[in-house]
């Protein structure tokens, strides 16, 4: 009885580290993110000199991103993807802010069409996410669908954004097809050198939840504003979570697309010179 209670014990302070450790690395994948959340709040309260508040952000946001490149934190290859992310994700926002699905009432001279630059780093910062988690953690994927059904995905779910302004919104049928393509694949992480596993639509709906966790914190500290915060600051809504399931989806897509052909290319260059 007494070893049964030793041994329980054991397996939960191995497990109470091991959540430690998941929890540290999770922090530092999250260093860009927090950057910007950090930058949110200071300029939020304190004065600032010569420019306006999204001009000092665009600066942050920019001096952060070669800190992180110069230092070696990100790859070039890396910088590239986050790049594209905070093209897609500006284009997105001058979308939205034109349809009225938000606002950004402060004023900046880096405001182009009523969409602050700055804006497009909030994207790159979850694709930043994902490719320091990727590292850090040394991911591998299971059972990875085909290119073909992955890029015809991403871009059906990148879409439906604008389309269901003029037509159906089909977030709910892409959903399913999330679920559906990706039913057998799973994600294997790796914390304090042993392996786990987690089904991969389970990785996204956390990343999402979490993500509109950000979203609270974002629109509190005044990053943009929704039509029902204009007068007071007021929980976005929970069905948010569906929009931001499925823009990490977009974002994790991209990111393993570009490490599988990353780590098929490494392959096939040791294999050449062998």
């Known amino acids: 009885m007494h070893v049964t ?14 959540l430690v450790r998941f929890g540290w690395e999770q922090a530092l994948s999250c260093l860009f993110p927090a950057v910007i959340f950090a930058s949110l709040a200071l300029t939020k309260f304190l004065p600032l000199p010569f420019l306006q508040r999204y001009d000092w952000l665009l600066i942050i946001c920019l001096l952060m991103q070669w800190l ?8 070039r290859d890396e910088l590239k993807v986050i790049t594209l992310f905070h093209l897609i994700g500006l284009a997105l926002e001058l979308f939205k802010v034109h349809m009225g699905s938000w606002s950004y009432p402060e004023e900046g001279y880096s405001k182009f069409f009523g969409v602050p630059l700055y804006s497009g780093f ?3 910062s979850v694709a930043s996410y994902l490719c320091q988690a990727w590292r850090r953690l040394n991911v591998e994927l299971v059972n990875w669908p085909p290119f073909w ?3 015809a995905l991403a871009a059906a779910i990148y879409l439906n954004f604008f389309i269901h302004h003029f037509w159906l919104d089909v977030r709910w049928v892409l959903s399913g097809l999330v679920i559906i393509v990706f039913w057998q694949s799973w994600v294997i992480y790796e914390i304090g050198g042993t392996r786990y596993r987690m089904p991969l639509a389970l990785s996204f709906v956390l990343i999402g939840f979490f ?5 609270n914190i974002a629109t509190f500290f005044g990053a ?7 007068d007071a600051w007021s929980l976005v809504h929970l069905g948010k ?3 931001w399931l499925l823009l990490v989806i977009v974002s994790f897509l991209i990111v393993a697309t570009l490490k599988q052909v990353k780590g098929k290319t490494t392959s096939t260059n040791r294999n050449s010179v062998l």
């Open 5 to 18: 209670v030793k041994k329980m014990e054991s397996q939960i302070m191995r497990a109470t580290k091991q």
């Open 68 to 75: 992180m490149f110069r230092s070696g934190l990100e790859t």
């Open 122 to 124: 909030m994207y790159a």
């Open 149 to 151: 059904v992955v890029v």
């Open 211 to 215: 993500i509109w966790i950000a979203e």
């Open 224 to 230: 943009w504003e929704y039509p029902n915060q204009t």
């Open 241 to 243: 979570v569906s929009s």
